[in-house]
């Protein structure tokens, strides 16, 4: 027997184009998905980052608080809150490193004329990592009260 002359033996263009265009979409799919799997990482991190970096100033704040129950005015809260956050700053390098922050006061020594053993000090913490994280993290630090002191 003869074989045919006319049968084709091996693959068309259009079928080596097809196969290379599959291979390529799904490395580059491949390729993406790396890309979005080490950004939420990074992400992650940085979240985790803040939740330290909030807890670190609950704690200092805790530390101190014989200090601060005695305060009398809001202007003496503030600039005790300054002062902490001045030390926690420097101590994390969070400015050379791209982070912003602030903290608020959302109680004031009004709050506490009538002393309650179950009031606390409130405040909020707004921690925002560098890019390319999106959203700041905020939290709220609750500090107890102690009416008659330490």
Request: charged content about 20%.
């Amino acid at each position: 027997m003869k074989p045919d002359a006319n049968k084709q033996q091996g693959f068309s263009l259009i079928e080596v184009l097809v196969a290379g265009f599959v291979i390529t979409f799904g490395l580059v799919g491949m390729v993406l998905m790396q890309t979005y799997t080490q950004q939420d990482a990074f992400r992650a991190h940085q979240l985790s980052l803040a939740g330290l970096y909030a807890q670190d100033m609950q704690e200092r704040l805790r530390a101190n608080i014989c200090y601060l129950n005695r305060l009398t005015q809001d202007s003496d809260v503030n600039t005790f809150i300054n002062n902490q956050r001045d030390e926690w700053q420097d101590d994390h390098s969070l400015s050379s490193r791209g982070w912003t922050y602030k903290i608020e006061p959302l109680t004031e020594v009004s709050d506490f004329t009538n002393p309650d053993p179950e009031n606390y000090w409130q405040f909020e913490l707004e921690i925002k990592p560098p890019p390319p994280s999106r959203s700041p993290t905020v939290q709220t630090l609750l500090i107890d009260y102690w009416g008659g002191g330490c």
